[in-house]
C-alpha cells in the first residue's frame, strides 16, 4: 500500500469546500484543517504508485480554490532503513576520548593558567 500526505494552501474560507470534496474522493482516508502555513492536511493510500501520481496530479491539484501543495512520502517501515546506512566508523581512537566533563574541565584550567599568565608582571613571570 503506497501513502502520501498532500499539504494544501486554498483560497481563505474555501477550506470547508475543500474538505468535503477530499472526504468524498476514494483514495483520501483523511482530511483535516490545520493552523499554520497550510490550511488542509489529506492522507492518501493507493495501490500503486502511479495510481497515487493521478490522485494528486489529476484531482486534486485541480480542485477549485487550491493554491499548492506539497505532497510528502512516508519513509518505509525503519528495519528497511536501517539496511540503508552502512555502520558509520568513529572518527575519534578509542584512547583519546574522554567524558565532556573532563574535557571542558581541562580546557577551562588551561585557560586560567593563560589568563593568570598574562596578569602577572615580567618580574613576577621570572620568580615563578
Not at 56 to 84: F, W
Request: with cysteine; aromatic share 4%.
Amino acid at each position: 500500500m503506497k501513502k502520501a500526505f498532500v499539504l494544501i494552501n486554498c483560497e481563505p474560507g474555501q477550506e470547508p469546500s475543500i474538505l468535503e470534496q477530499l472526504q468524498k474522493m476514494e483514495d483520501v482516508v483523511d482530511a483535516q484543517g490545520t493552523y499554520g502555513v497550510y490550511d488542509i492536511v489529506a492522507r492518501i493510500e493507493s495501490d500503486s504508485q502511479s495510481q497515487l501520481d493521478n490522485i494528486i496530479s489529476d484531482q486534486i491539484r485541480k480542485l477549485n480554490n487550491i493554491n499548492s501543495t506539497l505532497t510528502l512520502i512516508p519513509t518505509e517501515h525503519e528495519e528497511a532503513q536501517k539496511n540503508l546506512i552502512p555502520d558509520m566508523m568513529p572518527d575519534i581512537i578509542p584512547e583519546q576520548k574522554k567524558p565532556l566533563e573532563e574535557q571542558s574541565s581541562e580546557q577551562e584550567e588551561d585557560d586560567f593558567d593563560e589568563d593568570y599568565d598574562e596578569d602577572l608582571d615580567d618580574d613576577t613571570k621570572l620568580k615563578k
